[in-house]
């Protein structure tokens, strides 16, 4: 059974930090290009940050490039997603997924399984 299971999330203050995990399971993340999604409420979700499978490219939405890093860790099965420099506007729930595709990544693919998300709330 596929999953994807997000944690990491939560309150935060303006200008700090958090790391997302995303833990896999029922199959092998590294023949799957992966990465993050968000949606703030009353707004459509979108891609934050997509990682290859194949070749370590990866895209983040111009919104969080230079705050955000998202990196695999193919051993563990795991992605991450470190937020630095967090605002308001980062509020959202942040999900997790995945596609078995391999190539450049230019822009967040269509994606095939999902994790259901974690909370992340930037106030003071």
């Known amino acids: 059974q596929v999953q994807l299971v997000e944690s990491g999330g939560g309150l935060v203050q303006p200008g700090g930090s958090l790391r997302l995990s995303c833990a896999a399971s029922g199959f092998t993340l590294r023949d799957y290009a992966i990465g993050w999604f968000r949606q703030a409420p009353g707004k459509e979700r979108e891609g934050v940050s997509c990682i290859s499978s194949s070749d370590g490219s990866t895209y983040y939405a111009n919104s969080v490039k230079g705050r955000f890093t998202i990196s695999r860790d193919n051993a563990k099965n795991t992605l991450y997603l470190q937020m630095n420099s967090l605002k308001p506007e980062d509020t959202a729930v942040y999900y997790c997924?995945?596609?078995?595709?391999?190539?450049?990544?230019?822009?967040?693919?269509?994606?095939?399984?999902w994790g259901k998300g974690t909370l992340v709330t930037v106030s003071s």
């Open positions: 997924a995945a596609r078995r595709i391999t190539g450049t990544v230019t822009r967040c693919p269509s994606m095939d399984y």
